[in-house]
């Protein structure tokens, strides 16, 4: 059993499925707190605009192969396909990476993993609908979810100038030669501030604290950085723009005193951190104290507990790219066969 939609978790139905393993995957269930939260089927990729950077993908017309590759059915709930010159699209990708699991013979069932017992064996999983169903092997590939300000105007520019991933999103023509907002003090802020100011005309890293979070030799990056401006203790009030252009400026409030200022950007890029879709686990199996899965064996994707797998960004908040993911979501199969065959299951 397989539980998440996003690269790893197909990766690993792709390969349980090869190898005659019948994998059943939960995908997710389709509600409005999913949707709030981040968490809907095919994970943080189906949120995301072009993936350029996933290998075996080059800028192309994709069209026609989309339409023969994925089923007509699933066509029809994605947004229309057109001949476009860019790469494959985050959505694209999943619905790609979700036919070939079918392909397979992988069962998928639209529904959430609300709990699990791991205490037993068979391992019994219940899921939001009400249903429980037992496995011998686990694979965990429920992802982690951005943070976000939690500001409503932060929302309404989602995917128009409001962003959490610079890698993702950064090279797009809306934040070319311009201003750029980056979110965060921590490593992740910088790496993100860093590659932005590559596209952007100015790029202004908004800390809430004097001090940043991130390592030393990652602070000196960001103050050799001709381009980068860090606007110390601040955070940002409200995301500013209209209708036809997106966001077009951001609101900040000092953190010292009364103050506001407005800096003008096309793009506000959040850094903040992440939270593993984890809640489901606690107490059953081992984690950082950030609530990621903990690896407890190098190179390899087994838990705390024999027969549970965990594969992609639910045990990673270092590398966290769809194409790592996917990478270990093969390993997690493979570590789930050969654990199913040493027991004789
Ligand atoms: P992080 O280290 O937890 O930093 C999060 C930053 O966001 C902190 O500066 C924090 O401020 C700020 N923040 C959190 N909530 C906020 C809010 N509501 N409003 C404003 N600011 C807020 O997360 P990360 O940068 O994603 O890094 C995660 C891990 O990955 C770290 O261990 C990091 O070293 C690693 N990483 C390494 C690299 C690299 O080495 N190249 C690159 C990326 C990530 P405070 O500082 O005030 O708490």
């Known amino acids: 059993?397989?539980?998440?939609?996003?690269?790893?978790?197909?990766?690993?139905?792709?390969?349980?499925?090869?190898?005659?393993?019948?994998?059943?995957?939960?995908?997710?269930?389709?509600?409005?707190?999913?949707?709030?939260?981040?968490?809907?089927?095919?994970?943080?990729?189906?949120?995301?605009?072009?993936?350029?950077?996933?290998?075996?993908?080059?800028?192309?017309?994709?069209?026609?192969?989309?339409?023969?590759?994925?089923?007509?059915?699933?066509?029809?709930?994605?947004?229309?396909?057109?001949?476009?010159?860019?790469?494959?699209?985050?959505?694209?990708?999943?619905?790609?990476?979700?036919?070939?699991?079918?392909?397979?013979?992988?069962?998928?069932?639209?529904?959430?993993?609300?709990?699990?017992?791991?205490?037993?064996?068979?391992?019994?999983?219940?899921?939001?609908?009400?249903?429980?169903?037992?496995?011998?092997?686990?694979?965990?590939?429920?992802?982690?979810?951005a943070n976000y300000l939690g500001l409503p105007s932060e929302e309404a520019y989602k995917n128009r100038g409001v962003s959490a991933c610079a890698v993702c999103d950064g090279a797009l023509p809306r934040f070319r030669n311009q201003p750029l907002v980056v979110v965060g003090g921590g490593d992740s802020a910088i790496e993100e501030a860093t590659y932005l100011s590559k596209y952007a005309s100015r790029v202004y890293l908004v800390h809430r604290r004097d001090e940043l979070r991130a390592s030393k030799i990652m602070q000196q990056r960001a103050f050799d950085n001709q381009k980068l401006e860090i606007v110390w203790n601040h955070v940002v009030d409200e995301a500013l723009g209209d209708e036809q252009q997106g966001l077009t400026a951001v609101r900040l409030k000092s953190t010292v005193d009364d103050s506001?200022?407005?800096?003008?950007?096309?793009?506000?890029?959040?850094?903040?951190?992440?939270?593993?879709?984890?809640?489901?686990?606690?107490?059953?199996?081992?984690?950082?104290?950030?609530?990621?899965?903990?690896?407890?064996?190098?190179?390899?994707?087994?838990?705390?507990?024999?027969?549970?797998?965990?594969?992609g960004d639910v045990a990673d908040d270092y590398y966290r790219q769809a194409i790592t993911s996917a990478g270990t979501g093969c390993m997690a199969a493979l570590d789930a066969e050969r654990y199913l065959a040493e027991h004789g299951l």
């Open 1 to 145: 059993m397989i539980v998440g939609s996003g690269p790893a978790g197909w990766s690993a139905a792709i390969y349980a499925a090869r190898a005659n393993l019948k994998p059943l995957l939960f995908e997710g269930a389709i509600t409005e707190e999913n949707r709030l939260n981040g968490t809907l089927p095919l994970g943080q990729l189906a949120l995301t605009t072009e993936v350029e950077n996933y290998a075996g993908f080059p800028a192309g017309v994709l069209s026609q192969f989309l339409k023969t590759a994925i089923d007509e059915k699933r066509q029809r709930m994605m947004a229309p396909i057109t001949d476009h010159e860019h790469a494959v699209t985050g959505p694209e990708l999943m619905e790609l990476m979700r036919q070939q699991a079918l392909n397979f013979g992988t069962r998928v069932v639209t529904d959430d993993v609300v709990d699990v017992d791991l205490d037993n064996r068979p391992f019994k999983v219940h899921t939001l609908e009400g249903q429980t169903v037992e496995t011998h092997t686990l694979i965990v590939a429920t992802g982690a979810k």
């Open 260 to 311: 506001h200022r407005e800096v003008q950007a096309s793009g506000m890029f959040l850094a903040i951190g992440h939270t593993p879709n984890t809640g489901f686990l606690k107490g059953k199996l081992q984690m950082t104290d950030k609530g990621y899965i903990k690896w407890t064996s190098h190179f390899r994707t087994y838990t705390s507990v024999e027969g549970v797998f965990a594969a």
